[in-house]
């Protein structure tokens, strides 16, 4: 019989760093995959991507935000999804726009709610019209989103590019090495 060979040690390593990472991201995959599809729509929860650190500490660069439809009025202090310049985002309730008593129930109902994501200066107030309002957000999933802000983001594209891409090499050679094992 042939003599068997051994492997070099940094072969050895860079396989057990693959099978690690695949098992890493087939797993969150299979779990973020499962919430979006099955019980995102069965709690009627939205998904919104955190795409900077305006809302730090809270919740950071990458974090998916889950907002549900809000159970009642939105207080100040509550974080929630809404649509500003035509993109979902995540901002704090900070109160509601002042309509006057005599208002009639149009103007009511037109008045907004008063943000500011808790980054900003205190004198940045957005008023978000009640109908932007996605939901309030009830959960959010760590970082899970951070190769989509790496993608977009044009400072860090071709760095975020490379990430991604060495994250999908490492997950395909895990892959197949965790196959190649059963």
Do not use: F, K, N, Y
């Amino acid at each position: 019989a042939p003599p068997a060979r051994t492997e070099p040690l940094a072969t050895r390593r860079l396989r057990t760093l693959a099978r690690s990472v695949a098992a890493l991201v087939l797993t969150a995959t299979a779990v973020l995959g499962g919430w979006l599809l099955v019980l995102e729509p069965a709690l009627g929860s939205r998904p919104v991507l955190v795409r900077d650190e305006a809302m730090s500490p809270s919740l950071r660069t990458g974090d998916v935000a889950l907002a549900v439809a809000p159970d009642g009025r939105l207080g100040a202090g509550t974080i929630v999804a809404v649509r500003l310049d035509g993109r979902a985002t995540v901002t704090r309730a900070i109160g509601r726009e002042e309509v006057p008593v005599d208002a009639g129930a149009e103007a009511r109902a037109a008045a907004g709610l008063l943000a500011r994501a808790d980054g900003e200066p205190l004198e940045v107030v957005h008023v978000i019209p009640l109908g932007d309002v996605l939901g309030e957000v009830g959960a959010a999933v760590p970082r899970v989103g951070l190769p989509v802000v790496l993608l977009r983001d044009p400072a860090t594209s071709p760095v975020g590019t490379l990430v991604v891409l060495a994250v999908l090499g490492l997950t395909v050679l895990g892959a197949r090495e965790l196959a190649r094992e059963r």
